[in-house]
Every structure is written in structure tokens, then in C-alpha cells.
């Protein structure tokens, strides 16, 4: 059993020979200072790079996948905000939302996923990527997290408050072209999709919020993925227990959370696959063993797909990751 067929197989829910090993890329990615310290350009902006240092983190890590973009500022880019393209010790970020009011955004800007912005990098390094066997991940920031890219998150928290029905005008602008842009992801070759959206956790929003302006979205975006054939990993940060019983209804083929969300409560609630959740402290600053014996523990607590438990720190080592990769991979099942 290959790399793809163990992951595809999973996702679809049926049997495998051992947990496949992953980072999808997006925010959880592994393009650490120490992978990508020897790659020409940058790997946030162009293709080349972008193709080479996906190569290298499946290659120096031991991950079971190609994954890209390395950040979450591609969908928000063509939106009229300024944005660090990052380089090899620091990710790209967002340093200017865009102060117009958002119906003006609306009208003003028509995201084009073949010619604006980064994305027809993302796409290109996908065909490049597209492989027999090393499953190709395409990342998509969610509707949220990206919402709060072009405008100031406080803008639109108060929106959520004093004029739902903008505010979920807005989420369902950014949910229509997010669908653009992952089904020419899938048309260029990715085998499947990864989205996170961070800034929807339950922290932030509270389970009314979250079922009210974030689960038609999330659904609309599973439905289109799965009208291409491919599956979909759903990632949300912090700690998701109060919405937990609402992810049971996106439709989702995996859905992943952060560590303090422990493998064994979310598989008690969880529906769908699990997968996860190693902590990214630990990975960064643990020890060997340590990292190993919380691996084994995910494993045996539930989780179907093994990988870091969110956004990896710069200064994670190739040591450290392939402590965990390889712990996975000496680990078969009986089928």
C-alpha cells in the first residue's frame, strides 16, 4: 500500500495497514527553517521554490504527503490588503486589512483564482506536484480565517453582533470564490484538500456563532469537494469542545484539532475520522522519547491520521518530526 492509496483509503473510512503520517501544509505546515534553509528564492512566492521545499519536507521529514501553499494569506491577497510574503525563518502574514467597507470590497473585487495574486503559483506547484504515488494536498484557508484577513477581525466580530445579516453576506463572498479556488485546485491535480480556519474556534465565536455563520459554509465548500471525487481534512484551532457535536454535521471526511482538545474526548463525540493531534510544543522543544510515547498515544486514543497538532514553530527540527514520523510508520495493523 502507497502513500496515496493508505490516505485516500482512510478518508473514504476504509481499512489500512497502519495510520498514514502527515502535514497537510497551509498553516500546518512543515517548511521549517531547517528544511528549507538551502532552497533558492522564496518558497512563499514562487514556483520553483514552492515545488522544492514541498519536495523536501516529504523527503527530510519523513511525511507522507506534498502539501502547499505554507501559509494562509493566498486567499486573501487579491482583496486589496498588503501582505510579507515571509522567507525562511518567518511565515507570511497579513500588515494591512483593507479599510473599505466591505459591500464596496464586494463590488470592487472578483477574485480570480487562474490569474490573481499567488494563487496560479499554488496551482501551477500542484500540477508539478501531481504524482502516482505521494498524495498532493491542496490547503485553503476557511472562510473565517480568511474573512478576517481582508478586514480587521474586530470589524467583523462586531458585525457577527450589531448586523448578522451583513457580516454573513460577507462569509458567504468569501465562501463562493474560496469554492473557485479549491476546484481549480482539484482540476490541477490535488488529490486532496486540507482547510483550517483558525480564527472559527469556539473560543472565539461560541457554538450559537459557530452553526449559525460558519457551519453553511463549511458545508458548501465539503459539498463542492466532494462533487470533484476528493476528500476534505477540516483543521480548527483552539479548544473546539463546545462545537465539537456540531462538526458531526459538515459532512467533513477528517476533521483535526488542536491538543488541547485530547484525542479520546473529541472520539467519543466525533463521527467522522480524527486526525491529529501531536503537540506542537513538544514536537519543537521535546525530546525524542517523549515525542514517541504522546505519537503512541494518539494512535491508541483514536486517531486514524497522525500528524502535528496545528501550525508548526520555524525552529521545529527534522529530528524531532521525523521522531514521530517514524514511530507511525513502524506501527502495522492487522488486516
Not at 452553526?211 to 463542492?224: G, S, T
Amino acid at each position: 500500500m502507497d502513500e496515496k492509496e493508505r490516505l485516500i483509503r482512510i478518508l473514504k473510512g476504509e481499512s489500512v495497514d497502519r495510520p498514514p503520517v502527515i502535514c497537510p501544509g497551509g498553516m500546518m505546515n512543515a517548511a521549517v527553517t531547517e528544511v528549507v534553509k538551502n532552497i533558492r528564492g522564496n518558497h512563499n512566492l514562487e514556483v520553483d521554490s514552492m515545488v522544492e521545499a514541498s519536495k523536501k519536507v516529504q523527503e527530510l521529514t519523513g511525511f507522507e504527503n506534498y502539501g502547499v501553499p505554507f501559509c494562509m494569506t493566498v486567499e486573501a491577497e487579491p482583496m486589496g490588503v498588503e501582505v510579507d510574503f515571509g522567507d525562511k525563518n518567518v511565515e507570511p502574514r497579513i500588515t494591512k486589512y483593507n479599510d473599505d467597507d466591505i459591500e464596496e470590497i464586494m463590488a470592487r473585487y472578483k477574485a480570480n483564482p487562474l490569474k490573481d495574486g499567488r494563487m496560479p503559483v499554488v496551482l501551477e506547484a500542484i500540477r508539478r506536484l501531481k504524482n502516482d504515488r505521494i498524495p498532493v494536498i491542496g490547503n485553503l484557508t476557511g472562510p473565517m480565517s480568511t474573512a478576517t484577513s481582508i478586514i480587521d477581525p474586530l470589524i467583523l466580530m462586531k458585525m457577527l453582533r450589531k448586523d448578522p445579516e451583513k457580516a454573513y453576506k460577507f462569509l458567504k463572498y468569501v465562501t463562493e470564490y474560496s469554492v473557485n479556488y479549491v476546484e481549480e485546485m482539484i482540476i490541477s491535480g490535488a488529490d486532496v484538500i486540507a482547510m483550517s480556519d483558525p480564527t472559527a474556534t469556539g473560543e472565539i465565536l461560541g457554538k450559537k456563532n459557530f452553526e449559525k455563520f460558519i457551519i453553511p459554509m463549511y458545508v458548501e465548500i465539503v459539498k463542492a469537494v466532494h462533487s470533484k471525487g476528493k476528500n476534505i481534512i477540516i483543521h480548527i484551532c483552539g479548544d473546539t469542545k463546545n462545537i465539537l457535536e456540531s462538526l458531526n454535521n459538515i459532512g467533513a471526511d477528517a476533521l483535526s484539532f488542536d491538543s488541547i482538545v485530547s484525542m479520546k474526548y473529541a472520539r467519543n463525540i466525533i463521527t467522522t475520522r480524527l486526525m491529529g493531534n501531536v503537540s506542537t510544543q513538544l514536537l519543537q522543544d521535546g525530546i525524542k522519547e517523549k515525542i514517541e510515547a504522546i505519537t503512541e498515544n494518539c494512535i491508541d486514543s483514536g486517531a486514524d491520521i497522525v500528524s502535528p497538532a496545528c501550525g508548526l514553530g520555524m525552529s521545529t527540527s527534522i529530528d524531532n518530526l521525523k521522531a514521530m514520523t517514524y514511530l507511525v510508520k513502524g506501527r502495522k495493523y492487522d488486516v
